[in-house]
C-alpha cells in the first residue's frame, strides 16, 4: 500500500521536511535553557518569561498570518517565516542579555506563526477531502519527528561544543530547510470558492456557504485538548510523579529517577502523535464524516486522564500519559482536515489561524492553571478534571452531524483525482423531478457546479 501518492508526496515531503528542520533552535532552547541561562547572560527566572514569550506573540501573530495567508499566498510567506527562524536561532548564538534575547525569542514567534499557518494551508488547498486526513496526518509526522529529534541535536551539540556554536550549527541545519523549500515546494494558490446554485433560495444558500460553525467547533475542541494535554499534563507529570513515589520509582525489578521517566513519557507524546496523526485521518477519509473518529480521539483521551486520576500502580501513569498522547496525536490531525473541510477557497488561512490561536491559548494558559489549582487540590482531581473538560468537547463533538458533515471541496491546482460527488441537495430533488417528468432538458448553464468540481457545458 502506497502511503502517499506523488501528486500527494510532492507537496508533503519538502513541506515537512522544512518544517521539521524549522524546529532545530526552537526545540533546543527548550532542553538546554534552563541549564545554560548564564550563557546568555539571563537570570534563572528569566528562563520561563523567554520560553514562554514566543507562544503569547503568537496569540495575535496567527490571526494576522492566516490573513496575509489569504491575501498574499501561502508559499511566499512560509519562505518569509522560515527566513526569519533562521534568523531568530543564529540570534540565540550572537546576543547577551535580557532585552536582545527577548527580541530574538519574539522573532521566533512570529516566523513561527507564518511557518505553522502558512504549512497546514498549503496542505489544506493541496488536499481533496477524500485525501484531506491523510495529507494532514502526514504533515504531522514531520512535525513529531523535528519535536522528537531536534532537543536530541540540540542537547547533544551543545554538550559537545558549547551553547553557542551548537545554535549555529543548529541556524545551518534549518538553512537546509529553507533550500529544500525554496527549490522543491510548489507553489499552491488558494482554490476559488464554487459559487452557489442560482436555483437555490438564498437563505438555503447561506446556510451551505457558511461554515464558521464547524471552525469554531472544531477550534473550540482544539483548544481544549491543548489546555489539558500541552498545558496541564506536560508541566506536571514530573511533578505528579514526585508526589507519589519521590526521587526514585520502582518499577518491577528495578528503580528509575523521576526525571528519566518523566521524560520517557513526554517523548511519548512525539512517538504516538507519529503514528496516531496518519492512522486517524486516513480512517476519517475512509468513513467520509471525520467526526465519528473525533469522538474516539477524546474518549480515548478521556480514559487517559481517569488512569492518571486513580491513584493506581506505577504502570497506569505511563499507560494513561500514552492514552491521552494518542488522543492528540489523532485529533490534531482530524481537526485541521475539518477545517479544510469546512473553509471555503480563499478562507482557510483565516480559519488555520483561528485553530493556531486557539491552541496557543491553550498551551499557554493551561500551566498556570494547573499550578493555581494545585495550591489546594491533589494533582490527581486536577487530572480528573481534566477528564470532564474532554467530556464537555465531546458534547460539542456529538451535536448533529449535518451541521458538521465534510463539505464538498473546490477543484484543486494540481490533482489528479476529482473527489467523490456529494449527494443532491434536497432542495434540487423535487425540481429535477418535475423537468424529468415533463420531458424537458434542465436549463443550460455555463457553469454547473456537481459535486465540488466545475463542469463545462457546450451546446
Known amino acids: ?18 518544517l521539521a528542520l524549522s524546529l532545530t533552535g526552537d526545540s533546543t532552547m527548550y532542553a538546554v535553557l534552563p541549564n545554560r541561562y548564564a550563557a546568555v547572560g539571563i537570570g534563572l527566572g528569566a528562563v520561563g518569561v ?33 527566513s526569519l527562524g533562521i534568523l531568530s536561532t543564529l540570534s540565540y548564538s550572537l546576543v547577551h542579555g535580557f532585552g536582545p534575547l527577548l527580541a530574538a525569542r519574539l522573532l521566533w514567534g512570529i516566523a513561527w506563526a507564518l511557518i505553522n499557518v502558512g504549512g497546514y494551508t498549503m496542505v489544506l488547498d493541496w488536499s481533496t477531502e477524500a485525501d484531506r486526513g491523510r495529507m494532514t496526518g502526514f504533515y504531522q509526522v514531520a512535525y513529531m519527528v523535528g519535536l522528537a529529534f531536534s532537543p536530541i541535536l540540540g542537547g547533544t ?33 488558494p482554490p476559488v470558492p464554487p459559487s452557489a446554485p442560482r436555483s437555490l433560495p438564498p437563505s438555503r444558500s447561506g446556510k451551505l456557504r457558511s461554515p464558521d460553525r464547524r471552525i469554531l467547533q472544531a477550534g473550540a475542541i482544539y483548544l481544549t485538548l491543548f489546555f489539558v494535554s500541552n498545558g496541564v499534563l506536560m508541566s506536571t507529570i514530573g511533578r505528579y510523579l514526585g508526589e507519589r513515589w519521590g526521587e526514585r520509582i ?85 481537526l485541521a482536515a475539518i477545517v479544510g473541510d469546512g473553509s471555503a477557497g480563499r478562507r ?9 490561536t486557539a491552541g496557543d491559548i491553550g498551551s499557554a494558559t493551561g ?58 441537495d434536497r432542495a434540487f430533488t423535487p425540481q429535477r423531478r418535475q423537468v424529468r417528468r415533463a420531458g424537458a432538458n434542465p436549463p443550460d448553464r455555463k457553469d454547473q457546479t456537481v459535486g465540488g468540481t466545475q463542469k463545462s457545458h457546450r451546446r
Open 1 to 18: 500500500m502506497t502511503l502517499l501518492t506523488r501528486r500527494q508526496g510532492q507537496l508533503i515531503l519538502p513541506l515537512g521536511a522544512a
Open 50 to 82: 523567554m520560553l514562554g514569550v514566543n507562544r503569547l506573540i503568537r496569540i495575535p501573530g496567527n490571526l494576522l498570518a492566516g490573513a496575509l495567508n489569504d491575501r498574499l499566498g501561502r508559499r511566499r510567506l512560509f519562505l518569509i517565516g522560515l
Open 157 to 189: 551539540l551543545t554538550d559537545t561544543l558549547g551553547f553557542r556554536p551548537a545554535m549555529r550549527i543548529c541556524a545551518a541545519v534549518s538553512t537546509v530547510g529553507l533550500g529544500v523549500a525554496f527549490f522543491a515546494l510548489p507553489n499552491v494558490p
Open 250 to 334: 520502582p518499577l518491577g525489578g528495578v528503580t528509575i529517577g523521576v526525571s528519566s521517566l518523566a521524560g520517557v513519557m513526554l517523548a511519548l507524546r512525539a512517538s504516538l502523535g507519529i503514528l496516531g496523526g496518519p492512522a486517524a485521518g486516513i480512517l476519517s477519509d475512509r468513513l467520509g464524516n471525520r467526526w465519528p473518529v473525533v469522538r474516539i480521539g477524546l474518549l480515548v483521551g478521556i480514559g487517559g486522564f481517569v488512569l492518571l486520576a486513580s491513584k493506581g500502580a506505577v504502570w497506569l501513569v505511563p499507560l494513561g500519559v500514552a492514552l491521552v498522547s494518542l488522543s492528540v496525536g489523532s485529533l490534531i490531525a482530524v
Open 348 to 356: 482557510s488561512g483565516m480559519a488555520m489561524g483561528i485553530m493556531a
Open 367 to 424: 500551566p498556570l492553571a494547573a499550578y493555581a489549582l494545585a495550591s489546594f487540590l491533589a494533582l490527581h482531581q486536577v487530572y480528573l478534571l481534566c477528564a470532564g473538560l474532554l467530556m464537555l468537547a465531546l458534547l460539542i463533538g456529538l451535536i448533529p452531524g449535518d451541521a458538521l458533515r465534510p463539505a464538498s471541496p473546490s477543484p484543486l491546482p494540481g490533482a489528479s483525482h476529482n473527489p467523490r460527488p456529494a449527494a443532491p
